[in-house]
């Protein structure tokens, strides 16, 4: 059974940090893209960043780019997401997802996407 655990969600202040890390288990995904999305309250799942297989190529939302910075070490099957400068609109349920098939350009459309976490939340306190 494939899964994706996300971890180091939390309650910060504006202008903290937090790094989330997501861990897969199941299979490997060192040949897949993997992202980030994140659902605030009353809205839909929002793109955050993605990464290629290698991390060569990565994508950003312009709402993060410059303050947030995708990462992944694939011998730990696991994609990291270093949030800096943090603001209350950052706040949401973040969740860690992986493409099934071998494409490589890091999509924000969240359809393409095959697994999924369950989630961590992050508050963002002003």
């Known amino acids: 059974q494939v899964q994706l655990v996300e971890s180091g969600g939390g309650l910060v202040q504006a202008g903290g940090s937090l790094r989330l890390s997501c861990t897969a288990s199941?299979?490997?995904?060192?040949?897949?893209?993997m992202g980030w999305f994140r659902q605030a309250p009353g809205k839909d799942h929002e793109f955050v960043t993605g990464?290629?297989?290698?991390?060569?190529?990565?994508n950003y939302a312009a709402s993060v780019k410059g303050r947030f910075t995708i990462s992944r070490d694939n011998a730990k099957n696991t994609v990291y997401l270093q949030m800096n400068s943090l603001k209350p609109d950052d706040t949401a349920v973040y969740y860690c997802?992986?493409?099934?098939?071998?494409?490589?350009?890091?999509?924000?459309?969240?359809?393409?996407?095959?697994?999924w976490g369950q989630g961590t939340q992050v508050t963002v306190s002003a």
């Open positions: 997802a992986a493409r099934g098939s071998s494409d490589y350009f890091p999509t924000s459309v969240k359809y393409a996407y095959d697994y």
């Open positions: 990464i290629s297989w290698n991390g060569a190529s990565t």
């Open positions: 199941g299979r490997s995904f060192a040949r897949n893209v």
